[in-house]
């Protein structure tokens, strides 16, 4: 595809329950983000992958968040046990190469809904 | 402790004025980018810079390293420029921060 893609676009789940977000980024590039934004907050920063070296985890809020990307393209968001405050739009960008050089373009965000 | 600062948070003007967003920072950054999000749309990156000014349109973005302080303006405004504008830095420890976003209604 022409840009970055995330799906589902919308997920309602009960608290408690795990979920999976995913996200394909542009082909070729390297670097790929996962951000949320909650409602009436700015964007917060949650993980990056920079090719095929270690991810950068720091922005992850607890250990029930985590995320994998496999191939060096497609990544999974996983949330388990969710709980209501994870409810948030959770947005995915990539870039070719890291953010400091490179233009990060975003997909449309899967907004999820824990009730 | 906010790493990037944004002013206004809010701002209306009349179509046509000319308008400016500031954006102050506290860490050391590789690049600053300016982004758009429409309401219930997508985010797009309008500008990264990491010195001098860039433009692209009615729009310009300047950047000062020295006192870590950057500017969108937009120049003729039009209602299709409402928006929320963020401003975000990649630090040079690859992290990256946003700010809490200017929300810019331009009104006929």
């Known amino acids: 595809g022409a840009g970055v893609s995330q799906s589902p676009s919308n997920k309602v789940t009960e608290k408690g329950k795990d979920v999976e977000l995913r996200c394909d980024p542009i082909s070729g590039h390297t670097a790929l983000y996962w951000y949320r934004q909650s409602l009436g907050q700015g964007l917060e920063f949650l993980i990056y992958?920079?090719?095929?070296?270690?991810?950068?985890k720091s922005g992850l809020p607890s250990d029930r968040f985590s995320a994998e990307r496999t191939g060096g393209s497609v990544s999974t968001l996983t949330i388990q046990r969710t709980q209501q405050e994870d409810s948030a739009v959770y947005l995915c960008?990539?870039?070719?190469?890291?953010?400091?050089?490179?233009?990060?373009?975003f997909g449309p965000g899967t907004r999820l809904t824990v009730l | 402790k906010n790493e990037v600062e944004q002013s206004p948070q809010n701002l209306t003007a009349q179509e046509g004025e000319f308008i400016t967003i500031n954006c102050s920072y506290s860490?050391?950054?590789?690049?600053l980018h300016w982004l758009q999000q429409h309401p219930g749309g997508g985010i797009v990156s309008l500008f990264m810079l990491s010195s001098g000014k860039k433009k692209h349109g009615r729009l310009i973005a300047t950047i000062n390293i020295q006192e870590k302080h950057s500017s969108l303006h937009i120049t003729a405004s039009h209602p299709r420029d409402s928006a929320v504008y963020i401003c975000?830095?990649?630090?040079?420890?690859?992290?990256?921060?946003f700010g809490t976003g200017t929300s810019l209604t331009v009104i006929p």
């Open positions: 992958f920079q090719g095929n070296s270690a991810p950068d």
């Open positions: 975000a830095v990649s630090s040079t420890g690859n992290q990256f921060y």
């Open positions: 960008a990539s870039s070719f190469g890291s953010s400091g050089s490179n233009e990060q373009f």
């Open positions: 860490v050391g950054i590789s690049a």
